[in-house]
């Protein structure tokens, strides 16, 4: 992430105190008790939320877990987390009720945030399954990673599995974070990518962002204190 998006999620991200959320401000003798924001998380049936929520705790956040398209169509910051594949379950969330929730929230431009599965929704299409439509938030497809790619140069090197499991770096800022995945996004608009990894030969897409709108390849919430501060800079930049 580069230029003016370093203020919300960049390499100059406000440090995370091992203290945790629950720090308390002072006003001259006086303990203020930081304000919690409250924090939609989407049940989609697409994965375990409670490590998602669990983190989201963590940073300070007031979570609420809920499937009901109502409420997240007049929650003010959204969290849609995803594990898995397309088919027909994402199927229904695109044409179905919640699709049109969660293109609601980031028409508003409240604060919204797609994890794994949950980024990659946000796009034009998938591959996976013989081809699945996504919301069409951002311009760009879904692939899955070759299956050829050599995990070195010299001759002889073992093919590198796919799915792509494990930490990895991510740039520009160099920190590490979970990744467990067979597909990646090709984004049409460079401008929509905040971070990028590399695998193999591909280098897609870590971070997407634009304007609150922002999307993690990635695990945050298995990726220790890199992500806790990914969804600590993510509450806060959504705060406007």
């Not at 796009?123 to 013989?130: A, C, I, L, R, V």
């Not at 709108?213 to 806060?236: D, M, N, T, Y």
Request: with cysteine; hydrophobic share 40%; aromatic share 8%.
């Amino acid at each position: 992430m580069t230029g003016a998006k370093l203020g919300v999620l960049g390499s100059s991200r406000p440090r995370l105190e091992k203290t945790g959320p629950s720090r308390a401000w002072t006003c001259g003798k006086t303990a203020l008790a930081p304000m919690p924001r409250e924090v939609i998380l989407v049940d989609s049936q697409l994965g375990n939320l409670d490590s998602v929520e669990h983190a989201l705790i963590q940073v300070g956040a007031s979570v609420h877990i809920t499937s009901d398209p109502d409420r997240v169509a007049t929650a003010r910051t959204v969290v849609f987390p995803g594990q898995g594949s397309f088919g027909p379950a994402t199927q229904a969330i695109v044409d179905g009720a919640m699709g049109e929730a969660l293109r609601m929230v980031i028409e508003r431009g409240d604060p919204f945030l797609g994890i794994c599965l949950g980024m990659q929704i946000l796009f034009d299409h998938s591959d996976e399954n013989g081809g699945h439509a996504g919301l069409g938030v951002f311009r760009g497809q879904v692939r899955r990673f070759p299956a050829d790619m050599p995990a070195g140069e010299q001759p002889g090197a073992r093919m590198l599995k796919i799915p792509h499991v494990g930490w990895n770096d991510v740039q520009p800022t160099g920190d590490h974070f979970y990744f467990t995945h067979s597909y990646f996004v090709e984004a049409e608009d460079a401008e929509d990518v905040m971070w990028t990894c590399r695998y193999g030969r591909v280098e897609f897409p870590a971070a997407i962002s634009r304007g609150h709108v922002f999307g993690c390849q990635f695990h945050p919430e298995k990726s220790q204190w890199a992500g806790l501060r990914f969804l600590r800079s993510f509450i806060l930049g959504g705060r406007g």
